[in-house]
């Protein structure tokens, strides 16, 4: 088995789901993050934000952050399924790299 890794996800859910459908939605997400053996480490709800561009004759979305630990061999899953929600417009995942970065000079 891999070492655990840190990530990242935003999603951008339906604009059309109330309250609880959305909640609902978040926490089918966090169960699938969990379920394969992931550990949720940090959550928010930015809200609802004005889209860049419509998406399925939406112009604005509810906006949610998850920062989680998992085995990398579980985000392919977990994007197979967030791919296949209809409530879920766009999803970005992404590794966060826990190594430092050197400044643009090179120099620390």
Excluded at 9 to 37: C, F, M, N, Q, Y
Excluded at 45 to 50: A, K, L, P, S
């Amino acid at each position: 088995m891999a070492k655990p890794r840190d990530y990242e996800l935003v999603v951008v859910i339906s604009p059309a789901l109330d309250e609880d459908e959305t909640k609902g939605t978040i926490e089918r997400i966090h169960g699938l993050i969990t379920g394969a053996g992931g550990e949720l480490v940090k959550e928010e709800e930015w809200g609802m934000r004005r889209l860049a561009y419509p998406i399925k004759d939406f112009t604005e979305g509810s906006y949610f952050l998850t920062e989680f630990t998992t085995d990398p061999q579980q985000t392919r899953p977990l994007e197979d399924a967030i791919g296949l929600s209809e409530d879920i417009l766009r999803h970005l995942l992404i590794r966060i790299e826990n190594e430092p970065v050197a400044n643009a000079t090179g120099m620390e």
